[in-house]
């Protein structure tokens, strides 16, 4: 079974800017999470989707957003960038609703200039 | 608010040494605990979790972390290091509201 998939890997933006980053979960994993890795703040939760709908969101600004598709494939974007959006943004798929484990992609590494 | 604590930033070991890397979780209810590993610059592996039952729970590659209910600890062990295990390692547990909770994680290195 193919693991989580993230696209793309490494990004390079302008302040201002926005981006799109995307997920393909394993097949059959209908809910996703979005995290951001930073050195200063280790890791943060942004935001999870499950059958399309987001169930729960971290304490991040309106830039930031997401959406799931009916194949469970996710996308989050930051609008606006900022030179502190710069991080490793992960995406975790599971398998269940809730309180299961979660797998990891590789990770987009978005560095913002 | 429910949190998870990893008291050591970094850690070194010798090649063949056993490791033990702690963990702590705030108070609650059953708490679901995982331990994942991350190699510079890639995603996080999973190694482990302890959802109920036994409290000394097998992972991958040899790992093995115990649940301690009176020491809210769930720490986790291997009884000998490879060079191949230097990485950084992440406790986690999950919230109420179905998200994760990291602890700032440990960095293990391996001496020769």
């Known amino acids: 079974k193919a693991g989580v998939t993230q696209t793309p890997r490494y990004l390079i933006k302008t302040r201002g800017q926005q981006v799109t980053l995307s997920c393909s979960p394993i097949?059959?994993?209908?809910?996703v999470s979005w995290y951001q890795q930073t050195p200063g703040q280790g890791l943060q939760f942004l935001f999870e989707y499950f059958s399309e709908t987001q169930r729960n969101k971290g304490n991040f600004p309106g830039r930031f957003s997401g959406r799931q598709f009916s194949n469970s494939r996710s996308e989050m974007n930051v609008s606006t960038l900022e030179l502190g959006d710069s991080a490793l943004y992960l995406c975790?798929?599971?398998?269940?609703?809730?309180?299961?484990?979660?797998?990891f992609g590789q990770g987009t590494r978005l560095t913002v200039v | 608010a429910q949190s998870v604590t990893q008291p050591d930033i970094h850690i070194t070991v010798s090649e063949g040494a056993s490791l033990e890397l702690r963990c702590n979780y705030s108070?609650?209810?059953?708490?679901?605990l995982f331990w994942y590993v991350q190699s510079p610059g890639q995603g996080l592996q999973l190694l482990l979790k302890?959802?109920?039952?036994?409290?000394l729970v097998q992972g991958i590659k040899g790992f093995e972390a115990e649940f301690k209910r009176s020491q809210s600890s769930f720490n986790l062990r291997k009884p000998s290091v490879h060079w191949s295990d230097a990485a950084e390692y992440f406790c986690?547990?999950?919230?109420?509201?179905?998200?994760?909770?990291f602890g700032q994680g440990t960095e293990l290195s391996v001496k020769p």
């Open positions: 097949s059959g994993h209908r809910s």
């Open positions: 302890y959802f109920s039952g036994d409290t």
């Open positions: 975790a798929s599971s398998p269940a609703a809730v309180n299961t484990e979660a797998f």
């Open positions: 108070y609650g209810a059953t708490p679901y």
């Open positions: 986690a547990r999950y919230n109420q509201g179905g998200k994760l909770i």
